[in-house]
């Protein structure tokens, strides 16, 4: 399981289960909601849709920062 705090440069893209609603999280934002120890799992079983209020029945996916090569 992936601990937020290894991760706080990326995003998490939590799609809802039931209406395929999509959710761009950024996890230095959820860090300071939810404790730094929390995984990126413990976040997708908290999430609650903001579509259709659905709890726990949705996917993830860790998306890490686009960095500028120029």
Same mark, same amino acid.
């Given at each position: 399981?992936?601990?937020?705090s290894t991760i706080p440069d990326h995003t998490l893209r939590i799609t809802c289960g039931v209406c395929n &609603?999509?959710?761009? +999280? ?12 929390? *995984?990126? &799992?413990?976040?997708? +079983? ?12 949705? *996917? ?11």
């Amino acid at each position: 399981m992936t601990k937020l705090s290894t991760i706080p440069d990326h995003t998490l893209r939590i799609t809802c289960g039931v209406c395929n &609603h999509h959710s761009m +999280l950024e996890v230095a934002n959820l860090i300071f909601v939810v404790d730094e120890d929390a *995984t990126a &799992h413990d976040v997708r +079983l908290r999430y609650s849709c903001p579509k259709c209020k659905t709890k726990g029945n949705n *996917t993830y996916e860790i998306i890490p920062e686009r960095r500028d090569l120029s």
